[in-house]
């Protein structure tokens, strides 16, 4: 069982984690490429490392990246001769995790390699503005490949899910990084292009005088630091693109519909995401009978038996009938959660 | 001045505003096109007519108009020959403003007109979820033209800051609507737009449960009603498509340099809104210094005196330097609270 946790990186994302680790009683250490929040980390708990060779040479079993995306191939080229690959599991926190996944290959840790993106995070950053809360309640997508040691991914889900107590579902790094774009690295996107268009108007400050909650809602995610938005844009941009030009496609042609008065166009437009409108009033009302079950969910529980020859393929299946593991019981046995889902 | 409030429609807008008003001290007299709330609504302390010619007929003061767009013009046409002109000043709540114009110009109102549009809502309807704290902190637009009468305007604008508690700026019909569809009708078509997208993907299932902050908060108006989304961008369709042209064509051009891994063009896209987060930096901070003084931010606050002859414009121009009325002190004196600017 994992006891020792490393962590690269004592930012936002990296220090809850680190924090949130101590205060579930691991062993935590850490290195950071300043050690400028090492004062505050220790007095959390958490042993800092001189170096990042530092770090690897005193064989946590589990090796966890929070560093930036663009200091990836950098730090895993520092990595590779230091680890001990029969002592560590590397695995990462980047919120993209195909190319991720071709920078470890490069450095030759594929074979200690199970990639990780907690679905957390907000607007701020910086050690300062961690919190072990900020995992509360997140939802981790773990990223296998047909090579991953299924030893290593359960030391990887045991830690999430029985160790931080958080869930997680199991996908391979093309779903991920599709599902990712959809759903935050393109709305980025948009939010930005919002921010642009205001700032070109003339009627801008009458504009963001009159803005109340839907452009507060729509451009929050513009607000964060562009450079971070950029890196993470930049690493999925394949992703992005295509999202991108199927939005503006979408956008054009319901100007054309307003343009020409079509309320046949114009309702179906309308109705389009219905399946998504029902499908969050589904998942508030099981939220809320879960609640009244004294947050037991017991009904919607269920353990799952993993199958040793093809628990890639089974797991993933799994997420996409929208379950979630809650715990994993022993090596081959898992509890997940059903959630309702668009099918 | 003011005493007596007329409300039509007794919805999540007007019912939070009738209550509001109650509680200020004013007489409210109100109607809905189904007695469904009155029961509730006599309990606040608001005088439920059984008619819509029976409130005109009881002459308010102010008869303001919180009944869907679409019923703008029946509404309009049976109040005609029952508001008395001398008496009552006519206002509409209403997300769009030149439509709403027109409208009351064919009704033959137009000379007891005066237009309004409190920026304040959520996802919810009905009298049932109405709060009079629905308006604290809210911005009123006020709008006007060339003939609008000046004591009119100024019953109007009284009973919204000295009144109500809130802060108002005066803007032409244009003006509003272009500055309404940049930042909220716009927006919410491309939530809408985005929620399509998600229900159109194969990976929607795994896309919705990695959703997290940033998608939900872009997409959160796509959930309201999408039948008042839809009639609040039909009433303003042609500011709205030409901002999702805009739009779309920021899109592409993002796409574009993103499939050329033009470097300087993503760089620039990203820099191009730097205005509004220094704005809304400079907001937050002008915020905090207010709430450091004790809430009395006299040090923004400033006395305008209205030139009589050319009134129209002179606000305008002061709403556009980012000028906020506060206060009426007399006729044609009033309070205003400087707010940051991007120009």
Redesign the interface.
């Known amino acids: 069982m994992v006891t020792s946790i490393g962590i690269v990186g004592l930012g936002l994302i990296g220090g809850s984690l680190a924090r949130r680790a101590v205060a579930r009683g691991y062993e935590v250490l850490a290195w950071n490429h300043t050690p400028r929040p090492y004062e505050e980390a220790r007095r959390d708990g958490i042993q800092c490392m001189k170096t990042l060779e530092d770090l690897a040479q005193a064989k946590p079993e589990l090796l966890i990246l929070c560093n930036p995306l663009k200091a990836m191939p950098d730090v895993l080229t520092r990595l590779a001769p230091a680890i001990d690959p029969a002592a560590s599991t590397l695995s990462d926190v980047g919120s993209v995790k195909g190319m991720v996944r071709e920078q470890v290959e490069r450095a030759g840790l594929e074979g200690c390699y199970v990639g990780a993106h907690p679905?957390?995070?907000?607007e701020r950053s910086g050690f300062e503005a961690s919190d072990p809360a900020l995992y509360d309640g997140a939802?981790w997508?773990v990223t296998v490949d047909a090579d991953t040691q299924y030893q290593r991914f359960f030391g990887v889900a045991r830690f999430i899910a029985n160790g931080l107590g958080n869930e997680l579902?199991v996908?391979d790094d093309v779903?991920?990084d599709?599902?990712?774009a959809?759903?935050?690295h393109?709305?980025?996107?948009?939010?930005?292009?919002?921010?642009?268009?205001?700032?070109?108007?003339p009627?801008?400050?009458?504009?963001?005088?009159?803005?109340?909650?839907?452009?507060r809602?729509?451009?929050?995610?513009?607000?964060t630091d562009?450079?971070r938005?950029?890196a993470m844009?930049?690493e999925d941009?394949t992703n992005?693109?295509i999202?991108?030009?199927?939005?503006?496609?979408?956008?054009?042609e319901?100007?054309d519909g307003?343009?020409r008065?079509d309320e046949t166009a114009?309702?179906a437009?309308?109705?389009?995401?219905?399946?998504?409108?029902d499908?969050?009033a589904h998942a508030a009302m099981a939220r809320a009978a879960q609640c009244s079950q004294g947050g037991s969910a017991a009904l919607h529980k269920a353990t799952l038996d993993i199958d040793p020859a093809h628990w890639q393929r089974k797991l993933l299946e799994s997420?996409?009938?929208?379950e979630?593991i809650t715990r994993l019981l022993d090596n081959y046995r898992v509890v997940i959660r059903h959630?309702p889902?668009?099918?």
Chains 1, 2 share one sequence.
Request: hydrophobic share 50%.
């Open positions: 679905m957390a995070g907000n939802l997508a579902i996908l779903t991920h599709r599902a990712a959809l759903i935050s393109m709305p980025h996107a948009v939010a930005t292009s919002m921010i642009n268009e205001l700032c070109a108007s009627e801008r400050n009458i504009a963001a005088a009159l803005a109340a909650g839907s452009w809602d729509m451009t929050r995610v513009a607000l562009p450079n938005t950029r844009i930049d941009r992005v693109e999202l991108l030009r199927h939005l503006a496609a979408r956008l054009l319901f100007a307003l343009h008065g114009i309702a437009y309308f109705a389009e995401g219905q399946t998504f409108r499908f969050k997420a996409r009938r929208g979630r959630q889902n668009m099918d």
